[in-house]
């Protein structure tokens, strides 16, 4: 069963950097697709960037420019660099991940994200 344990959140004020990490446990035979939501008070949960099982990147075009996806396979790990915050960027961030099942001889990946971490607070103050 896959587990996303996420770390990194803190407040910053704007202008300033962050980075969060998200580490990946208990995928068998593949790896699925991963990404970051966030989540702001009072509005619903959205994708901030995501990242393919081959390799390519996505971004919502709030943060295009500004927050970097990036996995480090050797090390189980997602990160989510945030540089240039803002005050809209303040939410709780979610590691998500695809779920993976075996069919026809070989892990596969279901689509979307079935797999979420606990969440990590940030808050960027003006």
């Known amino acids: 069963q896959v587990q996303l344990v996420e770390s990194g959140g803190g407040s910053v004020q704007a202008g300033g950097s962050l980075k969060l990490a998200c580490v990946v446990s208990?995928?068998?035979?593949?790896?699925?697709?991963m990404g970051w939501y966030r989540q702001a008070p009072g509005k619903e949960r959205e994708l901030v960037s995501s990242i393919s099982s081959d390799g390519i990147t996505s971004y919502a075009d709030s943060v295009k420019g500004r927050f970097t996806i990036a996995q480090d396979n050797a090390k189980d790990t997602l990160y989510l660099q945030m540089n240039s915050l803002k005050t809209e960027d303040t939410a709780v961030y979610y590691c998500?991940?695809?779920?993976?099942?075996?069919?026809?001889?070989?892990?596969?990946?279901?689509?979307?994200?079935?797999?979420w971490g606990q969440g990590t607070q940030v808050t960027v103050s003006s």
């Open positions: 998500a991940a695809g779920k993976e099942y075996y069919s026809l001889r070989r892990y596969r990946c279901e689509s979307g994200f079935g797999v």
């Open positions: 208990g995928y068998i035979g593949t790896r699925c697709a």
